[in-house]
């Protein structure tokens, strides 16, 4: 390890940000793959490692990935859920590993909603 | 650099090693490999996250969700569930003890909710093994301004106007003790750190040395400037494996990234700093006795004045500041006076760790703003009294401490409010005791400590504990006499004002403060022969009521001894030249029917059977179990 001076403090603090956003909040987006069994079988997976692959490339260091179960749409799974900060989410479905690349690339990081594969804006009304 | 999307906080802290992280740990991993989840999701094996009582525990992020009692067993389900599916495993989340439900998140959890992090700033969320995660929670921040843009005079008066005082007992303020020794001209001065944490059932120290290495660095960084020292040791009692090896690591990480040794952050400060171990005897957490442990001799301390500051190490002047007290340090410098009064009182500023332990329900390492009521940590924190039962009196300070009674529980928790009641803030060591403690016994327990660990030196102390101890002794054995109390008291008023150290001059306060809130049980040892905790075994008889005995057979089938008799549905009684007095019955007992009856006590007649159940004897003050 190299002698640190005073401005590579901020440098390494940079480096870490990603895992820091993580660990203390204060995301700007975060994507939900939907990973019931249904999503699963219908190749969530492979969605999932696309789209970390993606935030590797990206270097991002605001956005979240989660998995959550069964959005209740077995026959369009795998379906994904983007949540910019603000915005309301939207859920894609019918996903696979090059519309995933192509709607963190759009959405995600441009932050326009990719229309063609999305199913719903918001969410359900709950009690 | 590779990207994951939620790291696994395992604690790795003493507590948790010990109730099996390191097996979790593996089961994880071969279970994240299996499932192929290795390369998204991260263990990162943090320091003491606090909550001792439920470990092995771990913090999952993003999702803020807190597991504890881990096992390897439950692994595969929590992977599958959480990590693949996304669905918090309900089986091991926490729940509230006196509630069914389980609660997900960290921050709903009561434990965690009440408390303010400043020492433990990084407890759980750093591998304290890696220096770039200190860096990256704004690590070394502080020292690079305190060694660019600070004169050892700002940095002495930011710290004065803290008004942080020492965490390590006696609560003298840190700015001061450093501008004393600044003034001081000498071309050799020494910054040392004090990690000879020695109060039975105290822990904060440990737990930050483990969790956060590099904030006691940083702070002796600091100091050294300040002061203008050049070397530092940090005193570490060697029965600290892990916060030993943690410590060691972050000098060998720090002294290769050039932020300890020669021209740190070439700012041209050099500051070298090492460890030494200690060997676990008390009075080395004594400053002079700390340097002359240090200096390779009998650790015992000498009078002061000179203070260390004039001449401390080696005859050189030195500054001595506790662990906690220095990883506070380095956000003051960033944050400033005013933040650091933001919480706190006037004259006892910022937060103070405690280790909350004995009988209550949330056992664990508590950070509070000083100032909050004992109430706040026993019952929001803590959890309240453990198995129901009713509180009886919570111990400050370790043996150099006193044990405050129920009707003082909103003291709030500043030194000078504390010291009022006889007891001292202390090193942070918070024992709660229930109604099933004996309080002769329990000073009886601490004098017995402070007599083994007294050094020697000066006779009030070396004598005097002794003597304490051996009336005590005979106190809750049945042989204590009329005057006793006062010749404890008198005894203890000369041990107080004539000893050296701080050993001998707080060693009485168990003992002055149990007789000033308890003196009924010493009285009732001494008059009555009669420990109504029943914890004394030679002032005790354990009686059935047998009214109120439904005959279950539960006491029956728990006694050790088999001393107990009786037909099931029938009333059970105890044959008192069998019974040995282990109150093993009394535990078992679901009907409050067994009764703590004074030495000797003969249930047999009709009368004395009327007494039992009022719990009163003749000429004896109490009303039953005490």
């Not at chain 2, 019952?379 to 009294?385: A, C, K, P, S, T």
């Not at chain 2, 008291?489 to 809130?517: E, F, H, M, R, W």
């Not at chain 2, 009555?528 to 905790?533: E, G, L, Q, T, V």
């Amino acid at each position: 390890m190299p002698r640190l001076k005073i401005e590579d403090l901020q440098k390494i603090k940079e480096q870490h940000r990603a895992e820091f956003t993580l660990r203390e909040g204060g995301y700007r987006a975060k994507v939900t793959v939907h990973m019931g069994t249904c999503g699963i079988a219908a190749g969530a997976r492979a969605v999932m490692t696309a789209l970390m692959d993606e935030m590797a490339k990206a270097k991002s260091t605001d956005i979240i990935v989660t998995t959550s179960g069964c959005a209740g749409l077995c026959a369009k799974e795998p379906l994904a859920t983007v949540e910019l900060m603000n915005q309301p989410p939207v859920r894609y479905c019918d996903l696979n590993e090059e519309k995933m690349r192509e709607i963190f690339r759009e959405h995600v990081l441009g932050g326009a909603p990719v229309e063609k594969y999305a199913l719903v804006v918001g969410s359900e009304t709950t009690y | 650099m590779e990207k994951f999307r939620a790291n696994l906080m395992l604690c790795a802290g003493t507590g948790c090693v010990a109730s099996g992280t390191m097996k979790v740990k593996d089961a994880l991993q071969e279970e994240l490999k299996k499932k192929g989840l290795a390369d998204e999701i991260k263990i990162v094996l943090t320091g003491c996250n606090g909550y001792c009582a439920e470990g092995p525990v771990m913090s999952v992020y993003p999702d803020e969700v807190f597991y504890q009692k881990l096992t390897v067993e439950e692994i595969p389900k929590l992977v599958e569930e959480h990590f693949l599916k996304g669905r918090p495993y309900e089986k091991l989340m926490f729940r509230e003890p006196e509630k069914k439900t389980a609660i997900p998140l960290m921050k709903e959890i009561p434990f965690f909710k009440h408390q303010v992090l400043r020492v433990l700033r990084n407890k759980g969320l750093i591998d304290p093994e890696k220096i770039e995660e200190y860096i990256s929670r704004d690590g070394y921040q502080a020292a690079a301004r305190a060694l660019t843009a600070m004169t050892p005079e700002e940095i002495i008066k930011t710290v004065k106007d803290s008004g942080v005082r020492g965490r390590g007992g006696a609560g003298f303020p840190t700015g001061l003790k450093w501008e004393f020794a600044s003034k001081v001209k000498s071309d050799v001065k020494y910054m040392l750190c004090n990690g000879d944490e020695g109060d039975p059932g105290a822990f904060m120290d440990r737990s930050v040395m483990e969790a956060d290495p590099h904030s006691v660095i940083e702070g002796m960084i600091i100091g050294a400037k300040a002061i203008g020292a050049h070397n530092g040791y940090i005193y570490v009692r060697a029965e600290y494996p892990l916060a030993v090896k943690r410590l060691q690591m972050a000098i060998d990480q720090a002294t290769e990234m050039g932020l300890l040794g020669k021209n740190i952050l070439d700012t041209g400060f050099d500051f070298e700093l090492g460890i030494y171990l200690g060997a676990g005897a008390f009075v080395c957490g004594e400053e002079t006795a700390l340097m002359r442990s240090i200096e390779g001799k009998r650790g015992m301390p000498r009078p002061r004045p000179p203070f260390p500051a004039v001449k401390g190490l080696w005859d050189k002047p030195s500054v001595l500041n506790n662990v906690e007290t220095l990883a506070q340090i380095a956000p003051i410098i960033l944050n400033g006076s005013d933040w650091y009064r933001s919480l706190g009182t006037e004259k006892s500023a910022g937060t103070k760790v405690f280790a909350l332990t004995g009988a209550v329900n949330n056992v664990g390492l508590v950070e509070v703003p000083m100032g909050i009521p004992l109430r706040r940590i026993i019952y929001d924190i803590g959890g309240g009294i453990r198995k129901g039962r009713t509180f009886k009196a919570v111990q400050l300070g370790g043996p150099s401490g006193g044990c405050i009674p129920e009707h003082l529980l909103d003291t709030p928790v500043t030194y000078e409010d504390i010291v009022a009641t006889g007891a001292i803030v202390g090193s942070g060591g918070m024992v709660v005791m229930d109604d099933n403690t004996c309080m002769v016994g329990t000073a009886r327990f601490f004098l017995e400590f402070t007599a083994d660990e007294s050094c020697g030196k000066c006779t009030p102390c070396r004598v005097g504990t002794k003597i304490l101890l051996d009336m005590l002794t005979d106190i809750t054995e049945g042989n204590g006499k009329e005057g006793d109390i006062e010749t404890l008291q008198d005894l203890a008023k000369d041990i107080l004002t004539t000893s050296l150290c701080g050993l001998g001059q707080t060693a009485p306060n168990p003992v002055l403060t149990t007789i000033k809130y308890f003196r009924d049980e010493y009285e009732s040892h001494i008059h009555d022969k009669w420990c109504k905790a029943g914890v004394c075994r030679n002032l005790t008889t354990f009686v059935i009521d047998e009214e109120l005995c439904k005959g279950c057979g539960a006491c029956l089938r728990a006694c050790p001894s088999k001393a107990i008799i009786g037909e099931k549905k029938q009333p059970h009684k105890i044959i008192q030249e069998v019974c040995v007095h282990c109150r093993t019955c009394y535990e078992a007992c679901k009907f409050k029917s067994i009764k703590i009856m004074p030495a000797g006590y003969d249930a047999g007649s009709p009368e004395k059977a009327e007494e039992v159940k009022t719990g009163a004897p003749e000429g004896g003050t109490a009303k039953g179990e005490a």
